[in-house]
């Protein structure tokens, strides 16, 4: 999502940038100076550009089975809170964690809360800015279900400490 509200509103080339030159910093580290890119920027823009990207083809039909089935969804994503908050409401997904980038006015402050305020690493000793492994496992306990009974689906680096600790793992694209 970032990489095309990036190239709609014209820090594309920055955030490109960014991620060349800047391997070695940690990975919470990255979301913390990432956060400053969107600095002056209008939450209003960034939610229109955000709900124009396409979702994955049946991502709607397969939310709407797994609720029909009273099983519970969420969003983990190391995006902003509003954006998951937004696609939480239009997907009608039970629950959404993620970063809570500051808006003031309308207006992004580029400063950041990540949601990994404890700094939990991964079983590769990696820090992000959101665990979603600690969520997976948070959230199974406060359901009161076995994480042997959860599916967790991931599409990046940030997702393998939780899609390894589910029950079902679906590494995705």
Same mark, same amino acid.
């Given at each position: 999502?970032?990489?095309?509200?990036?190239?709609?509103?014209g820090?594309?080339?920055?955030?490109? *940038?960014?991620?060349?030159?800047?391997?070695?910093?940690?990975?919470?580290?990255k979301?913390? %100076?990432?956060?400053?890119?969107?600095?002056?920027?209008?939450?209003?823009?960034?939610?229109?550009?955000?709900?124009?990207?396409?979702?994955? %083809?049946?991502? %709607?039909?397969?939310?709407?089975?797994?609720?029909?089935?009273?099983?519970?969804?969420?969003?983990?994503?190391?995006?902003?809170?509003?954006?998951?908050? @937004?696609?939480?409401k239009?997907?009608?997904? @039970?629950?959404?964690?993620? *970063?809570?980038?500051?808006?003031?006015? +309308?207006?992004?402050?580029g400063?950041?809360?990540?949601?990994?305020?404890?700094?939990?690493?991964?079983?590769? +000793?990696?820090?992000?800015?959101?665990?979603? %492994?600690?969520?997976?496992? @948070?959230?199974?306990?406060?359901?009161?279900?076995?994480?042997?009974?959860?599916i967790?689906? +991931? @599409? +990046?680096?940030?997702?393998?400490?939780?899609i390894k600790?589910?029950?079902?793992?679906?590494?995705?694209?």
């Amino acid at each position: 999502g970032i990489f095309v509200i990036a190239e709609k509103l014209g820090f594309y080339n920055e955030l490109l *940038n960014y991620f060349k030159n800047k391997k070695d910093i940690p990975f919470y580290k990255k979301s913390i %100076e990432i956060a400053m890119l969107c600095k002056g920027y209008r939450k209003e823009d960034f939610l229109s550009i955000f709900n124009n990207i396409p979702l994955k %083809e049946n991502v %709607e039909n397969i939310i709407t089975t797994l609720k029909k089935k009273n099983i519970k969804t969420a969003i983990a994503t190391d995006s902003y809170m509003f954006l998951a908050e @937004d696609l939480k409401k239009r997907l009608k997904i @039970d629950f959404a964690f993620a *970063n809570k980038i500051i808006i003031d006015k +309308g207006i992004i402050t580029g400063e950041i809360q990540i949601n990994n305020i404890n700094l939990n690493s991964d079983f590769n +000793g990696n820090t992000y800015s959101i665990c979603k %492994e600690k969520i997976l496992t @948070d959230l199974c306990k406060d359901l009161g279900i076995s994480i042997d009974d959860s599916i967790a689906v +991931g @599409d +990046g680096i940030v997702d393998i400490g939780m899609i390894k600790n589910a029950g079902v793992g679906i590494a995705f694209n």
